[in-house]
């Protein structure tokens, strides 16, 4: 069957001697790889269409329960110009492309998460400071389509809200629950504290966590600004400011929590990359 779908470029790789297996996020079938004839010589029809975080119309002949589809167009619909010629902007499209690989099984379609990923590529684009936002953003969302939105405008507790929590003081964040317990709740529960080298080592952290249940001791100003980057729109996320510190914080808190709770995922290779430029 010949169909027309958008779609975002997720990877694309040298096959035989002129063609592209390339792997594909769209509105209409999910994740879909795709072998593009001829990509690789001269004046090839595809043109620059098959490049990574481009943002593209495609005709398929598709065929189901197949692993590899035959393309048949592809046109770009949005080149994300920005995001190509900035370093900061790739790692982060990059991560978010990632992790849509890895956490999404072919051909099952997901028009939220299709609305999403286009969302957070347009504002990537567009947006002129704090990228990495937009990243923590996704992957707030990513879990809360999938039914693990955590809970961080109150504690789980006494449901004190996290925007009146005493920043001087620590609080926790349950993992397997997703929730947050303000800092005198949390004074009786047994938690790890957040270490700065969990940032560069999240495996050995995450032995040390188990240990304690999956408590995680954070400052308090993390859950709060979770919270924001989750329910703020996506265009407002960028605007978000936080120091280092707690931007390491809740990198790490976000990476456990996924580690909790999506089975089988692999630590970013964008982000590791990114790290590196950034601290
Ligand atoms: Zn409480």
Redesign the pocket.
């Known amino acids: 069957m010949l169909t027309k779908t958008d779609a975002i470029v997720l990877k694309s790789m040298k096959f035989r001697d002129t063609s592209k297996i390339v792997t594909f996020y769209t509105r209409k079938y999910g994740k879909i790889k795709g072998v593009a004839k001829g990509a690789r010589v001269m004046k090839s029809k595809f043109g620059a269409a098959l490049e990574p975080m481009t943002q593209v119309g495609i005709v398929l002949y598709r065929k189901e329960h197949r692993d590899l589809q035959l393309l048949s167009q592809c046109d770009i619909v949005k080149p994300y110009k920005n995001i190509h010629s900035d370093m900061e902007r790739m790692s982060v499209a990059m991560s978010v492309l990632e992790r849509i690989n890895q956490l999404t099984h072919e051909e099952e379609e997901n028009m939220l998460l299709y609305n999403l990923l286009i969302e957070i590529m347009d504002e990537l684009d567009r947006a002129t400071k704090n990228h990495i936002n937009l990243l923590y953003a996704f992957e707030l969302r990513y879990a809360a389509l999938f039914g693990f939105s955590p809970a961080l405008d109150s504690?789980g507790?006494?449901g004190?809200s996290t925007e009146d929590f005493n920043d001087e003081r620590s609080v926790v964040f349950q993992l397997f629950k997703g929730a947050v317990?303000?800092p005198?709740?949390a004074e009786s529960i047994t938690a790890q504290p957040y270490e700065r080298f969990a940032v560069d080592n999240v495996e050995r952290f995450i032995q040390k966590l188990t240990l304690t249940g999956g408590n995680l001791k954070i400052s308090a100003p993390t859950p709060r600004i979770l919270q924001r980057l989750l329910a703020s729109n996506i265009g407002g996320t960028t605007s978000l400011e936080f120091s280092l510190p707690i931007r390491n914080e809740i990198d790490v808190t976000l990476r456990l929590y996924l580690r909790y709770h999506f089975e089988g995922l692999k630590p970013l290779k964008s982000f590791e990359i990114f790290q590196k430029i950034l601290n």
């Open positions: 504690c507790s006494c004190k317990m303000c005198t709740c």
